[in-house]
């Protein structure tokens, strides 16, 4: 099992960056593909960005593609998500994830953070 804590949300202006990190708990991060989503409100959640567990694999939403950079530094359980050139539309709350695969099956959550990009 794994606990998940997001931080680095906020508030930037259009076009600016954010670094989001979710720092794991447990024994066996190294185990576990990890995966970014977001919720905007009345809309669905959807998956951003993964990462498998070696980190040689990366899987991209093409809303993001180009923008977005998934990472994680297995020694520290830590897994990043740099955003770059943000739009208004990035506007959510992002949430990290644990599973067994790569874009679905998703088994452990972190609360959220909140991420607004204004014009």
């Known amino acids: 099992q794994v606990q998940l804590v997001e931080s680095g949300g906020g508030l930037v202006q259009a076009g600016g960056s954010l670094r989001l990190s979710c720092a794991a708990s447990?024994?066996?991060?190294?185990?576990?593909?990890m995966g970014w989503f977001r919720q905007a409100p009345g809309k669905e959640r959807e998956l951003v960005a993964a990462?498998?567990?070696?980190?040689?694999?990366?899987y991209y939403a093409d809303s993001v593609k180009g923008r977005f950079t998934i990472s994680r530094d297995n020694a520290k359980k830590t897994v990043y998500l740099q955003m770059n050139s943000l739009k208004p539309e990035d506007t959510a709350v992002y949430y990290c994830?644990?599973?067994?695969?790569?874009?679905?099956?998703?088994?452990?959550w972190g609360q959220g953070t909140q991420v607004t990009v204004s014009t």
């Open positions: 447990g024994r066996t991060f190294s185990s576990y593909n």
């Open positions: 994830a644990a599973g067994g695969m790569l874009v679905r099956g998703y088994d452990y």
């Open positions: 990462i498998s567990r070696s980190g040689s694999v990366t």
